[in-house]
């Protein structure tokens, strides 16, 4: 299994508290979603977000094929950090952690998810049309976000953004 890394950084402007209810409300995932992807919350939605909550989603991600996405929130500090881990889905592996810290100019907002495709090597051959894909979603919400907290661009902090392998 070959682990993939993808790393993003934005700055956001606004308090912790209300830029984590934004994100602890899993509702709002439809909102920072490109509608291509045609994003439809089944279950799971109905609380804001804790440890051990089951998300399930359906997605039209690659070639306009729907498919279930189900993700578990595996960790939460409130105010600092929470990890979705998907449970059934397109990937072999899912882990992404989402972290919240201040810093000048209002919260740093970071994004590092570990994934996995399945069928490992059969599936590396379209691994980079995946990373294209990926990257656009990524790209989406860092503009969607920007425009709800009239956040600042990427910041460029260790090169993040670049495409990494482990």
Same mark, same amino acid.
Request: proline residues 7%.
């Given at each position: 299994?070959?682990?993939?890394?993808?790393?993003?950084?934005?700055?956001?402007?606004?308090?912790?508290?209300? $830029?984590?209810?934004?994100?602890?409300?899993?509702?709002?995932?439809?909102? @920072?979603?490109?509608?291509?992807?045609?994003?439809? /919350?089944?279950? !799971?939605?109905?609380?804001? +977000?804790?440890?051990?909550?089951?998300?399930?989603?359906?997605?039209?991600?690659?070639?306009?094929?729907? +498919?279930?996405?189900?993700?578990? $929130?595996?960790?939460?500090?409130?105010?600092?950090?929470?990890?979705?881990?998907?449970?059934?889905?397109?990937?072999?592996l899912w882990h992404h952690l989402h972290r919240?810290?201040?810093?000048? !100019?209002? @919260?740093? +907002?970071?994004?590092? /998810?570990?994934?996995?495709?399945? +069928?490992?090597?059969?599936?590396?051959?379209?691994?980079?049309? @995946?990373?294209?894909?990926?990257?656009?979603?990524?790209?989406?919400?860092?503009?969607? /976000?920007?425009?709800?907290?009239?956040?600042?661009?990427? /910041?460029?902090?260790?090169?993040?953004?670049?495409?990494?392998?482990?």
């Open positions: 299994m070959k682990l993939q890394r993808l790393e993003r950084q934005q700055i956001l402007k606004g308090n912790i508290s209300e $830029i984590w209810a934004f994100f602890a409300d899993p509702a709002n995932l439809e909102k @920072i979603t490109p509608e291509w992807m045609h994003f439809d /919350i089944r279950s !799971g939605h109905e609380k804001p +977000m804790f440890q051990g909550q089951i998300l399930e989603y359906r997605i039209k991600a690659i070639a306009g094929i729907p +498919m279930t996405w189900v993700t578990e $929130i595996t960790h939460v500090k409130e105010g600092e950090y929470f990890v979705d881990e998907q449970r059934f889905g397109p990937y072999r919240f810290s201040p810093c000048d !100019g209002g @919260i740093l +907002m970071e994004d590092c /998810i570990h994934y996995a495709l399945p +069928m490992d090597p059969f599936s590396r051959p379209v691994h980079p049309f @995946i990373r294209k894909k990926l990257e656009a979603v990524f790209y989406y919400r860092k503009k969607a /976000i920007q425009k709800i907290f009239l956040s600042s661009e990427d /910041i460029p902090i260790k090169n993040l953004g670049l495409s990494t392998a482990l």
